[in-house]
């Protein structure tokens, strides 16, 4: 069964260091979504991104954040300035089209920021 | 702002009994809706989405969602030791492509 990947499972980064989340969403998926969820809090939106743009975007997703879709198959997550409180668990989500909008999470990315 | 609230529990059921989920929604915009598990340290995994008044079933799942009130639930059946984690309701706003999550209900099924 198709599933979405995403590397590194955990990521250790020191506050001001740039950090690349990595994400190969389902094969025949057109909507691309990330998460992030502090430990012990609810998952929190993040942006979505559908034909090689920002759909829409959340408060969070400031200047500090961006994202790509540098080929066919990855989707990744820039944080440009890491702060204490970007440590959380960043998941990346895919869904095939708008009829349905099931989708499909991937197993996430721990981020710790020293 | 576009929100769901959950109880966030925990509730417990014994093995076998019916556990039951709820959640209201504030955005009278969103059509559809989702419910995922989660258990401890991993992603949420889809289990039911609903988009119509009324009830869904899916095995021991049953969804129902109440547009008029504003209200979402799931229902388990024979509940089971292996359904022992966190509930996360979530909605879907159509203007835009934004979901939404409440906090999540624990939910834990004793043996």
């Known amino acids: 069964e198709p599933e979405v990947t995403q590397t590194p499972s955990h990521q250790v980064t020191q506050m001001g260091q740039e950090v690349i989340l990595r994400c190969v969403p389902i094969s025949n998926h057109l909507y691309f979504y990330w998460y992030r969820q502090i430990l012990g809090q609810k998952v929190e939106f993040l942006v979505s991104?559908?034909?090689?743009?920002?759909?829409?975007k959340s408060e969070i997703f400031d200047d500090q954040f961006s994202v790509e879709r540098p080929d066919g198959s990855n989707f990744t997550l820039k944080i440009r300035s890491t702060k204490l409180e970007d440590s959380a668990m960043y998941f990346c989500?895919?869904?095939?089209?708008?009829?349905?909008?099931?989708?499909?999470f991937g197993p996430g990315t721990r981020l710790t920021v020293t | 702002q576009k929100e769901v609230e959950q109880n966030s529990g925990p509730l417990s059921v014994p093995e076998g009994a019916i556990a039951s989920l709820n959640c209201t929604y504030s955005?009278?915009?969103?059509?559809?809706f989702f419910w995922y598990r989660q258990y401890s340290g991993k992603s949420p995994e889809l289990i039911m989405s609903?988009?119509?008044?009324g009830d869904k079933e899916d095995g021991r799942f049953t969804a129902q969602l109440n547009k008029a009130s504003q209200y979402v639930s799931l229902l388990i059946r024979d509940s089971q030791p292996s359904d022992s984690a966190t509930y996360l309701c979530?909605?879907?706003?159509?203007?835009?492509?934004?979901?939404?999550f409440g906090t999540g209900t624990s939910l834990t099924v004793i043996p």
């Open positions: 955005d009278r915009g969103s059509q559809s």
């Open positions: 989500a895919s869904n095939r089209d708008r009829t349905t909008y099931e989708q499909y």
């Open positions: 979530a909605g879907h706003s159509n203007t835009g492509n934004q979901f939404y």
């Open positions: 991104f559908y034909n090689n743009e920002i759909s829409e």
């Open positions: 609903i988009y119509s008044n």
